[in-house]
T-cell receptor, first 114, second 113 residues
């Protein structure tokens, strides 16, 4: 399975933008880049996903490098409620081994300070 | 629209007892996934089920663990003869298609004494 590499932890001040990096140098052409996050004592929640183009939704933006070997999750204004572990996950099409089974890895623990 | 529901939220068992964890998927979702999160570790995939079928149980321990998703009712993750190493948070997720986003429940925290 293609793997991802993320920093163990990052810190941000409240109301400032946060850029969470993810390296995935062995990504295949059919792998989508997904981001989930897990707030303390809760189940994970979907954040965003993309294939080649940058994506925006109400929670975040996803910037994907042209060669697709890395991506960055952008929180435009961090709040205290954004403190969580963020997971960058590659998902292939459903008939591949990297499809439905989410491989969470260790993720990046984001600390947001007031 | 209620989200994924899991019960109980907390479960305490003594070694050798059985644990039954329940998961009700979101309305309209027929795909269910179970994950386990051991203390200080990431979530690990255990099993993927569709109604009445186990699609992939490659992440399930070979012994003592079983899962089902009957035609009616919730999905059940059953752990027989629990041991201390089974203590973990067990999360259930559901989706309306295997390629779509997975919605997670709040988890069941199992403690084995």
């Amino acid at each position: 399975d293609a793997k991802t590499t993320q920093p163990n932890s990052m810190e941000s001040n409240e109301e400032e933008p946060v850029h969470l990096p993810c390296n995935h140098s062995t990504i295949s052409g059919t792998d989508y880049i997904h981001w989930y996050r897990q707030l303390p004592s809760q189940g994970p929640e979907y954040v965003i996903h993309g294939l080649t183009s940058n994506v925006n939704n109400r929670m975040a933006s996803l910037a994907i490098a042209e060669d697709r070997k890395s991506s960055t999750l952008i929180l435009h204004r961090a709040t205290l409620r954004d403190a969580a572990v963020y997971y960058c996950i590659l998902r292939g099409l459903g008939n591949s081994n990297s499809g439905y089974a989410l491989n969470f890895g260790k993720g990046t623990s984001l600390l947001v300070t007031p | 629209n209620a989200g994924v529901m899991q019960n109980p939220r907390h479960l305490v068992r003594r070694r050798g007892q059985e644990a039954r964890l329940r998961c009700s998927p979101m309305k309209g979702h027929s795909h269910v996934y179970w994950y386990r999160q051991l203390p200080e570790e990431g979530l690990k995939f255990m099993v993927y089920l569709q109604k009445e079928n186990i699609i992939d149980e490659s992440g399930m321990p070979k012994e003592r663990f079983s899962a089902e998703f009957p035609k009616e009712g919730p999905s059940i993750l059953r752990i027989q003869q629990v041991v201390r190493g089974d203590s973990a948070a067990y999360f259930c997720a559901s989706s309306d298609h295997q390629d779509n986003e997975q919605f997670f429940g709040p988890g069941t925290r199992l403690t084995v004494l």
